[in-house]
């Protein structure tokens, strides 16, 4: 999948004044779900089957997680407005043969037809199928049907919401919340993007190193997620796996190919003059 990121990665231009160089790791708090897998991440006995690894990067109001999955998670809707709003944004960071992903309607429905179908099993025949490959991103907007499948590691940055209503859970004994989901879902089916739109509060890019490359990234605050890699954020080492929350001009230095996350939380309108930049 091509993508263009709207980040500027330039060699002449004086970055805007910006808060004293950090990098501190956000501490994991590892989750087990019924959809999660034993043979992934490192995680204590008690979080298995490890499905999350939740890093709240709370100085950028934004939430990172690992997920990585066996089954189908539930087939769920996250609400579209309020508090409780979540946009979220996937990147893929391992897909087995098999892996796949919902996201979204195939055909405009009505909520009564949505309704049957989650009551009788049919919901997933009415959602688009991806087969995504490593590498791939999703922006899930707030309302859209969706699940991920199983086979699949992704980093997903979202809003700081924990709520999702769950249309179908194939048959497992948790809760469903198919009155709010039905109220909150979107009808019809949106073109599939990899960046987040506008109206998400936040932006996410990739950055992708070398080995002995060094660059400067310049953000007031953003939550990075390694997603492969090894190197150094100033002076502090970073592995694959671990999220952290920085700031300032940071200088990183790859010590093995490595692919970044950058997640930086923007108030509204994307802006074509982007806050953060990594200089070389
Ligand atoms: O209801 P389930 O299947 O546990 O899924 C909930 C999970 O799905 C996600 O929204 C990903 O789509 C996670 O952020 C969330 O923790």
């Known amino acids: 999948?091509?993508?263009?990121?709207?980040?500027d990665r330039t060699r002449n231009e004086t970055p805007p004044p910006s808060p004293l160089p950090h990098a501190e790791p956000l501490t994991p708090d590892y989750r087990a779900?019924?959809?999660?897998?034993?043979d992934g991440l490192q995680a204590p006995d008690d979080a298995q089957p490890l499905g999350e690894v939740v890093f709240d990067a709370a100085r950028s109001g934004l939430v990172i997680k690992w997920l990585q999955t066996s089954e189908p998670l539930s087939i769920q809707v996250h609400p579209q407005h309020g508090p409780d709003r979540k946009h979220e944004w996937?990147?893929?960071?391992?897909?087995?043969?098999?892996?796949?992903?919902h996201l979204g309607l195939k055909h405009p429905a009505t909520r009564a037809e949505i309704r049957r179908a989650a009551e009788d099993g049919a919901l997933p025949q009415m959602?688009?199928?991806?087969?995504?490959?490593?590498?791939?991103?999703?922006?899930?907007?707030?309302?859209?049907?969706?699940?991920?499948?199983?086979?699949?590691?992704?980093i997903e940055v979202q809003e700081p919401s924990d709520v999702t209503w769950r249309l179908h859970d194939y048959g497992r004994p948790r809760e469903l919340h198919l009155e709010q989901g039905?109220?909150?879902?979107?009808?019809?089916?949106?073109?599939?993007?990899?960046?987040?739109?506008?109206?998400?509060?936040?932006?996410?890019?990739l950055e992708t190193l070398t080995p002995d490359q060094r660059v400067t990234l310049?953000?007031?605050?953003?939550?990075?997620?390694?997603?492969?890699?090894?190197?150094?954020?100033?002076?502090?080492r970073y592995e694959p796996y671990q999220c952290w929350e920085v700031g300032g001009s940071l200088s990183i230095r790859a010590a093995e190919p490595t692919v970044l996350i950058v997640a930086e939380p923007q108030e509204t309108q994307m802006d074509e003059d982007a806050p953060w930049r990594a200089r070389q």
Do not use: C, N
């Not at 999948?1 to 980040?7: A, D, K, P, S």
């Not at 979107?186 to 509060?201: C, E, F, H």
């Open 90 to 101: 996937w990147y893929v960071a391992d897909a087995r043969p098999g892996a796949y992903l």
């Open 127 to 154: 959602l688009r199928r991806i087969e995504p490959a490593v590498g791939d991103m999703f922006f899930v907007e707030a309302g859209a049907i969706h699940a991920l499948g199983p086979g699949l590691t992704v």
């Open 182 to 205: 039905l109220r909150e879902a979107i009808l019809d089916p949106r073109p599939l993007t990899p960046t987040p739109a506008a109206a998400a509060p936040f932006r996410v890019a």
């Open 1 to 7: 999948m091509q993508i263009e990121f709207r980040h």
């Open 218 to 236: 310049t953000a007031p605050r953003a939550g990075v997620a390694v997603a492969q890699g090894g190197g150094a954020f100033g002076e502090r």
């Open 33 to 38: 779900k019924p959809w999660g897998r034993r």
